[in-house]
């Protein structure tokens, strides 16, 4: 396949033009044309940058890419390891952010949903980045759900504020989406789920009676990009495989 065909098949399934973000989506380095091998992971980290090259893949594809707002642009140091590596072994990089957290079936939170078993509803928040939904059954607490996140995200959530708190609806959004709590609280949900906390998050979730999970940045952000893999498999017939870099974040 051609990478230009690739990219585009890419951006219009990720709706790419319609959100600002603070990164470039879509095609962030050129490598060969013709398009083979793909690579995804999390973060286009050193670590699965050497795996591209080792495994003579033809693209690296990741949630968090290069070239965020605000950074230094100087080509020196991490950032010249990173990219030096890429154009030595001609070997491009594809990063899709919000695009991916918010798509309706591949997305981040989409997936989040799904493995947690969380009936979505609707949506809230930055251009609909925040999701809301249901747990169908009876008694589950916010302690309850923090064992589950435990056990299905593979990582030690925090807990913040009531736990013995009954959850019916919940908000959840991948990430680093703690600037959420209040507008998940306006929601009127039982339980606000996300991957960050910051200080605040500990006084909103004791005064609201909201609690707040923290379940991992990389923890909630694994399976957007895995989905992405195995689409780009089924539907395009590309050797597409997911490396999961362990981050315990």
């Known amino acids: 396949m051609r990478l230009d065909a690739l990219v585009r098949h890419l951006d219009e399934l990720l709706e790419t033009a319609r959100f600002k973000d603070y990164c470039p989506n879509g095609l962030q380095v050129e490598g060969r044309g013709e398009v083979r091998r793909v690579l995804a ?14 495994g003579n893949y033809d693209v690296v ?30 070997i491009s990089l594809i990063a899709y952010h919000l695009p991916l957290d918010a798509h ?3 997305g981040n939170n989409a997936q989040l949903g799904l493995l947690m078993g969380w009936q979505a509803e609707g949506r809230f928040g930055d251009q609909d980045l925040g999701w809301i939904g ?4 009876a008694g589950v607490d916010a302690r309850e759900i923090a064992a589950r996140a435990k056990t299905r995200l593979h990582r030690e959530p925090l807990l913040l504020g009531d736990g013995k708190r009954q959850v019916k609806r919940l908000a959840w959004c991948s990430g680093g989406a703690q600037s959420y709590f209040e507008q998940a609280i306006a929601a ?16 909103l979730a004791l005064e609201s009676g909201i609690p707040y999970l923290a379940a991992g940045h990389h ?18 017939g590309l050797e597409a495989d997911f490396l999961d870099v362990d981050n315990p974040v």
């Not at 992971?41 to 080792?54: E, I, K, W």
């Not at 249901?134 to 059954?137: A, G, N, Y």
């Not at 923890?219 to 395009?236: F, N, Q, W």
């Open 41 to 54: 992971g999390v973060t286009a980290s050193q670590a699965l940058v050497d795996a591209a090259v080792a």
């Open 134 to 137: 249901r747990i169908d059954e």
């Open 61 to 90: 594809i990741a949630h968090h890419g290069y070239f965020w707002r605000g950074e230094d642009g100087r080509i020196t140091g991490i950032r010249r390891r990173r990219l030096g590596a890429l154009l030595a072994h001609d």
């Open 188 to 203: 009127g949900v039982d339980l606000y789920v996300t991957g960050e906390v910051s200080e605040p998050a500990t006084h």
């Open 219 to 236: 923890a909630t952000e694994r399976y957007g990009i895995r989905a992405l893999a195995a689409h780009l498999s089924e539907t395009l």
């Open 104 to 106: 309706p079936r591949l």
